[in-house]
């Protein structure tokens, strides 16, 4: 046995999730740990015959006020952070009857999973753990004498351990200790989060991010980056909650990608489906039914369409199952699938099906981080919705104008900017991302979409008799002109550029509908 490798005498087994506690308990006590436990940890032991004794009996001191107070107690802290390598310490312990704790084995309380189940304020509060993550801190700060394990899939590693090597290696206990302090951090942002939220202050003075890993990816957006998947532990509908039903595993940009397609898909109350490539939606419709919005959002651009990301926000049934299929798609999101539609994927064997159960609320705040130099910045989620829309121009839209208006200017919020979005009929008919120029991507939309009607089999261009969003202002008249040209009859922008009476003059002129949000969506 190397000096590094330390036994395991006595064990404080303390835990909220009780998965693969007695497993662990038996091989502490086949080697001859004695095992300090409370409340419903001790009976679950107890109840598969094990011998256990209670901390109260343990320290002399019973739990009080409903057990909030039980391990606050010197003979346990003392026990798990006296240093056995002090002379000091070890006669102080010895002076005051305190035992040495070699192992802690400790989870929290659920708050995070309380929250997320929508919880009363008072309840929320109840869940915030104290004692256990004062012995978790405890334990990590002198791992060089006791073990810290935190969470169930850590059990196998300490019982391989101890039957192979009668203790804990320092490595191993130095790792877990990482992974503890980790744990009490994103316990700490989870509760700090709610907090904020409680208060209506999404971006505090001291902000704080936590996540779980759900997942290690192969490489980042590039093979040469290294990328994982955290889980934040909000519980909102998407990526995060989906279940996998086929498919290989996902990438960093499928994930990214499907994120960007179920937030834009959740925009509607009609049925709609979204096709994403490389984060912009190159097709978005609603219809009837989610057949008939497929039709019409591939129409869009079914060149980009080719091995893109497809969302839907009703229960993907077999008609519109069958003819996603008809072209190469990466993944496909939706809140559930039919039993039919599912068996119609699952002869694509590569095509991976997301199901999150449920659909994201797009009205609720949330907030989004970007890491820069030194720091990262921070921002509430773009959820603005404009009021009441304002007619500047002589012409006001037609009813069908202004719903396909609203359809544009929703589509145009997930379009990287500079963003120009075509919409006839409830469905997309050109797109332009992710440009320099204003003008480039109504140039680029108006060109791609001669292309789709080519593709089609129809004369001229989709965008004829169309209506056509800008995330931002018009610059300059330019770019208006080119929607103008491309068949657009009625226009969507936020307004507020110097040049607003000459571009509404422009609108005027062409007998152009025209109105204003007061509201951007800039997309970077």
């Known amino acids: 046995m190397t000096s590094d490798i330390l036994p395991i005498r006595r064990a404080l087994l303390s ?51 409903d057990g909030r107070v039980k391990t606050l107690v010197p ?51 109840e869940k915030i ?40 290696t320092l490595a191993d206990r130095r790792s877990w200790a990482g992974t503890a302090y980790a744990r009490t951090a994103t316990y700490d942002a989870a509760i700090t989060a709610w907090f904020s939220a409680e208060r209506g202050d999404l971006l505090p003075v001291r902000m704080v991010v936590g996540g779980t890993r759900a997942e290690a990816l192969r490489y980042g957006e590039n093979p040469h980056q290294k990328a994982a998947f955290y889980t934040d532990g909000s519980g909102r509908p998407g990526i995060a909650t989906a279940t996998q039903i086929q498919g290989k595993a996902l990438s960093y940009n499928n994930l990214n990608d499907t994120d960007a397609a179920f937030e834009a898909v959740a925009e509607f109350e009609h049925p709609a489906v979204v096709i994403v490539k490389h984060a912009n939606p190159c097709g978005v419709a ?45 993944v496909i999101v939706a809140p559930d699938a039919t039993d039919a539609a599912r068996l119609v994927l699952a002869a694509k064997k590569n095509l991976r099906l997301l199901l999150t159960g449920a659909m994201p609320d797009p009205s609720a705040p949330a907030v989004q981080i970007k890491s820069v130099a030194g720091g990262f910045l921070a921002q509430t989620r773009d959820n603005g919705s404009p009021g009441d829309l304002k007619v500047v121009t002589r012409r006001a839209p037609t009813d069908a104008e202004l ?97 607003d009476a000459e571009i509404i003059a422009a609108a005027d002129k062409a007998g152009v509908a025209m109105v204003f949000t007061g509201m951007r969506h800039f997309r970077h």
Not at 107 to 124: H, I, K, R, W
Not at 294 to 306: E, I, N, T
Not at 444 to 453: D, G, M, N, Q, Y
Not at 457 to 474: I, N, P, Y
């Open 286 to 330: 609603t219809a009837a039914d989610l057949e008939t919005a497929w039709d019409l959002a591939l129409r869009c651009d079914p060149v980009s369409a080719f091995g893109g990301i497809v969302a839907v926000n009703r229960t993907l049934d077999e008609a519109a199952a069958l003819r996603i299929v008809k072209i190469f798609t990466e």
């Open 15 to 65: 835990v909220s999730d009780k998965t693969g506690l007695v497993e662990l308990a038996k091989a502490l006590a086949a080697h001859g740990a004695e095992l300090l436990s409370t409340g419903g940890s001790a009976k679950a032991l107890r109840d598969a015959g094990l011998t256990v004794i209670e901390v109260s009996d343990h320290t002399g001191f019973p739990e009080i006020l």
């Open 129 to 168: 753990d104290i004692g256990g993550p004062a012995l978790i801190r405890a334990a990590a700060k002198n791992h060089p004498h006791v073990a810290i394990l935190t969470d169930p899939t850590q059990y196998q590693a300490l019982i391989d351990s101890v039957k192979t090597l009668r203790g804990t």
């Open 403 to 499: 719903a396909d208006l609203i359809i544009a200017f929703r589509v145009a919020k997930h379009v990287k900017s500079n963003a120009i979005v075509y919409v006839k009929d409830g469905a997309t008919v050109g797109v332009g991302a992710g440009q320099m120029s204003r003008v480039d991507s109504a140039r680029i939309a108006a060109s791609k979409s001669a292309e789709a009607a080519k593709a089609a089999g129809l004369e001229g261009r989709l965008t004829e008799g169309s209506v056509v969003a800008s995330d931002a202002f018009f610059p300059f008249v330019d770019g208006l002109e080119i929607a103008i040209e491309a068949g657009a009859t009625a226009v969507i922008q936020p307004g507020g550029s110097i040049r």
């Open 75 to 125: 003979q346990i802290h003392g026990g798990i952070l006296g240093r056995r390598d002090l002379p000091e310490h070890v006669a102080q312990m010895d002076q005051h009857s305190i035992a040495p704790i070699d192992l802690v084995c400790v989870n929290l309380y659920p708050f995070e999973a309380t929250v997320a189940s929508g919880a009363d304020v008072a309840d929320c509060i």
